[in-house]
């Protein structure tokens, strides 16, 4: 359980992160940068360490497949449903909704079941959430593109955590890691020059921005997710993610001076029982 908290603390920051360097650099650019960096790091990690890499090709492939959905769909529908203006919290409480997709599809794809406690406690978590992010929810019709990333972002974590959980969860962490993230990277090398001008400024903001996600998001929380998905059902640790908005809300209280009413204070309450219904 301890894992568990740690993982939602540092995955709540991303979005903390995210809306302190977007300012500065256009999305897919930001984890192109981001990527390659994580990439190098990793890299210098498994080979100091003799991290042993796969052997077969279909696990190299299956890598390569979760390192797409997991960061390059995911973060890149994150970043961008920010970047065109869905407010922070819409943009969780739209992710926030990966629970329910995971348990309707953890019986087809991982032959997981999932009871009636834990439907209920998926319920409350739905409640809790939008309760968080219930202030925040501005229907502007200018967003739709940006609700359209919401939702590729939602698709991206859903199928990459559960493709994880089926193919890639006997790899090792460290090369496992070099290569999912390496696809990513040449996603965004691809998407990048394409799509965006690809101008940066570099700032002291941006500059912090990078790192803390490079290092405590991209390499701290990811292993810890993976780390998760290798112990726990699929189920059990997508319910995690409900915690993500109100955690992420109350960094922003201390970080950003955002405040937090009852309703958003009842609604972390909601939610902590509605994972706990879960996992317990």
Avoid at 223 to 230: A, D, K, Q, S
Avoid at 253 to 268: Q, R, S
Wanted: hydrophobic fraction near 60%.
């Amino acid at each position: 359980m301890p894992i568990a908290i740690l993982f939602v603390l540092l995955w709540s920051t991303g979005f903390i992160g995210a809306k302190l360097g977007l300012p500065y650099a256009e999305p897919f650019t930001f984890l192109l940068i981001r990527f390659w960096l994580v990439t190098a790091m990793v890299l210098v990690l498994a080979v100091v360490t003799r991290a042993p890499w796969p052997r077969a090709s279909r696990d190299a492939f299956h890598l390569i497949v979760t390192g797409i959905l997991i960061h390059a769909t995911f973060l890149s529908g994150v970043f961008s449903s920010m970047y065109n203006g869905v407010p922070a919290g819409v943009t969780a409480l739209i992710v926030g909704m990966q629970p329910v997709l995971t348990a309707i599809a953890v019986g087809p794809v991982l032959g997981e079941k999932v009871n009636l406690r834990q439907w209920f406690g998926l319920g409350l978590g739905v409640i809790g959430v939008a309760l968080v992010v219930q202030n925040k929810l501005s229907l502007n019709p200018s967003e739709t593109g940006g609700f359209a990333w919401s939702a590729v972002a939602l698709l991206g974590i859903t199928a990459g955590t559960l493709y994880q959980k089926k193919f890639c969860s006997t790899l090792d962490l460290r090369t496992g890691t070099v290569i999912q993230y390496a696809a990513a990277g040449v996603v965004m090398l691809l998407a990048a020059p394409l799509f965006e001008s690809m101008q940066v400024a570099w700032t002291g903001e941006f500059v912090f921005a990078l790192l803390w996600l490079s290092l405590v998001l991209s390499v701290g929380a990811i292993f810890l997710l993976y780390v998760l998905i290798r112990r726990g059902k699929a189920s059990s640790v997508a319910s995690l993610f409900y915690l993500v908005p109100p955690c992420t809300a109350l960094i922003a209280y201390f970080v950003f001076g955002e405040t937090l009413g009852f309703a958003a204070i009842l609604g972390m309450g909601i939610a902590v029982v509605g994972v706990a219904l879960v996992v317990w």
